[in-house]
């Protein structure tokens, strides 16, 4: 199983990134995907996932309304489009997944698999 995280880069503040994460060796029918982000000196915090279904998606209250999680099952990938960056998005993002469908507590859980992070970086 490999996830592939792309689409991190700098942007000013107030712009948008779009990140990607390509699935390997897994099926994102069967697997709840979800976004961690950890900045320098910070604890690592989860930013958003998608249910296996694609029925259900949750936010973290730093990104809610700002960030949007989307999947193409056809591409075995799931995007997270960024919108209203701010200075303290700035942080390395990481692509994970965790088999079945996940609810409102999964930052909670153990995740099955890690991807290499994509740093996302605001400037003020």
């Known amino acids: 199983v490999q996830l592939q995280a792309s689409g991190g880069g700098l942007v000013q503040a107030g712009g948008s990134l779009r990140l990607s994460c390509v699935a390997s060796g897994l099926s994102l029918d069967s697997y709840t995907i979800g976004w961690f982000r950890q900045a320098p000196g910070k604890e690592r915090e989860g930013v958003s996932c998608i249910t296996s279904t694609g029925s259900k998606a949750y936010y973290s209250d730093s990104v809610n309304g700002r960030f949007t999680i989307s999947t193409d099952n056809a591409k075995n990938t799931v995007y997270l489009q960024m919108n209203s960056l701010k200075p303290d998005d700035t942080a390395v993002y990481y692509c994970?997944?965790?088999?079945?469908?996940?609810?409102?507590?999964?930052?909670?859980?153990?995740?099955?698999?890690w991807g290499k992070g994509t740093k996302v970086t605001v400037s003020s």
């Open positions: 994970t997944a965790i088999l079945g469908t996940i609810g409102i507590s999964w930052r909670d859980y153990d995740m099955d698999y």
